[in-house]
């Protein structure tokens, strides 16, 4: 490929893990209600150009969102194994839009990628890598603020739904 260019560079990354004494199901529960899932009506606003009707109803939504979520766990039968795990893209598009209007490429990590996990002992805990130090890599003063203030709402949506 004459025409491509490749680089790489290593960045720093917090990983953060929250564990809970709670039934996995129980913490599951207590997520999605804390986190209701986007409302996908909001997207086909934007389509239509409703962008100034869009801004209202994001304006109105929880700090951090559920976007999606996939069975990890599952994956695990193709090995055998069995174990619950659910992976989540939590966040929130103004909160993204206010972090890529300064940086497209902070759109690669908008929304956050969370893992309820349980371990074999029965032991329940969310992973994911700290918004601000992924974000950081940009040096974007206007992206660290808004990273700062997802880490602070996320962080506090998850020990909500652990505890």
Do not use: W
């Not at 239509?48 to 599952?74: K, M, N």
């Not at 329940?124 to 709402?153: H, I």
């Amino acid at each position: 490929m004459a025409n491509a260019l490749y680089s790489t560079r290593a960045i720093t990354v917090e990983h953060v893990t929250i564990s809970s004494t709670k039934p996995f199901e129980e913490v599951q529960a207590k997520l999605a209600t804390l986190a209701p899932r986007i409302d996908d009506g909001i997207f086909a606003l934007l389509r239509y150009g409703e962008s100034t009707r869009a801004l209202r109803e994001l304006e109105a939504c929880p700090p951090v969102t559920i976007f999606g979520q996939r069975d990890h766990g599952a994956l695990l039968a193709v090995a055998g194994l069995t174990r619950r795990s659910i992976q989540y893209d939590i966040g929130n598009p103004l909160t993204a839009s206010k972090m890529t209007r300064h940086q497209l490429s902070a759109g690669l990590y908008a929304p956050i990628r969370v893992l309820l996990r349980e371990d074999d002992d029965g032991g329940v805990a969310f992973e994911y890598d700290r918004p601000a130090s992924v974000f950081g890599q940009f040096g974007s003063d206007n992206v660290d603020t808004v990273a700062k203030q997802l880490d602070r709402d996320l962080r506090a949506l998850l020990e909500a739904a652990a505890a």
